[in-house]
């Protein structure tokens, strides 16, 4: 049993930074990591990145590479997303959620999902 839980949502400028953290408790190491998803309204659920406790290797989507990272802190049993020249598009709830199998990039891959973090970008 793993229990995440986000923060550091908020609402920023177009071109603007923002960083979300994902704070991981409980059974940590019957995972492989955690991914970052997020959701706008009325839209599906989509990977944004993820990233292993182990050897700490990243996935990103091709919408968010080069603009967000990935990282974590093993002893803190936290993961982080720093997004960096938000834009309007980005707005949604992102979740984290334990990742389940190596190299899992699509919600079936993942469980244990958080409750989410509000990002609002204005334009």
């Known amino acids: 049993q793993v229990q995440l839980v986000e923060s550091g949502g908020g609402l920023v400028q177009a071109g603007g930074s923002l960083r979300v953290s994902c704070a991981a408790s409980?059974?940590?190491?019957?995972?492989?990591?955690v991914g970052w998803f997020r959701q706008a309204p009325g839209k599906e659920r989509e990977f944004v990145a993820a990233i292993s406790w182990t050897g700490g290797t990243t996935y990103y989507a091709e919408s968010v590479k080069g603009r967000f990272t990935i990282s974590r802190d093993n002893a803190k049993n936290t993961v982080y997303l720093q997004m960096n020249s938000l834009k309007p598009e980005d707005t949604a709830v992102y979740y984290c959620a334990a990742r389940l199998r190596r190299a899992a990039t699509d919600e079936s891959g993942f469980s244990s999902w958080g409750q989410g973090t509000q990002v609002t970008v204005s334009s």
């Open positions: 409980g059974r940590t190491f019957s995972t492989y990591g």
